[in-house]
């Protein structure tokens, strides 16, 4: 299966923004939710945030909302995540994946991630 590719993270004052991006197959994506999630250093991967295929339903952990906004462009197999406001806890690798009903389960493989470091 072929691996997503993130890019677009870097280093941030906070209060900075960012915008991911994420570039997956056609299999991944096609018809398919697809979600933002991140792992800090010592920690489990966890959800951010998520989008239906077409576009319309977004879902969001409780500490981004009002921040990071999802979406997608269906045309380019691309799903981005703008960080506005960012924070230190928001320092993490993050990575893309397609993910079931649910919004917030992942299953498809993982790329490389991004790094994105926010400074205080």
């Known amino acids: 299966q072929v691996q997503p590719v993130e890019s677009g993270g870097g280093l941030v004052q906070a209060g900075g923004s960012l915008r991911l991006s994420c570039v997956a197959s056609?299999?991944?994506?096609?018809?398919?939710?697809m979600g933002w999630f991140r792992q800090a250093p010592g920690k489990e991967r966890e959800f951010v945030a998520a989008?239906?295929?077409?576009?319309?339903?977004?879902k969001y952990q409780d500490s981004v909302k009002g921040r990071f906004t999802i979406s997608r462009d269906n045309a380019k197999n691309t799903v981005y995540l703008q960080m506005n406001n960012q924070k230190p806890e928001d320092t993490a690798v993050y990575y893309c994946?397609?993910?079931?009903?649910?919004?917030?389960?992942?299953?498809?493989?993982w790329g490389q991630g991004t790094q994105v470091t926010v400074s205080s």
């Open positions: 994946n397609s993910v079931l009903s649910d919004f917030s389960t992942p299953f498809s493989s």
């Open positions: 056609g299999r991944t994506f096609s018809r398919n939710a």
């Open positions: 989008i239906s295929w077409i576009g319309g339903t977004t």
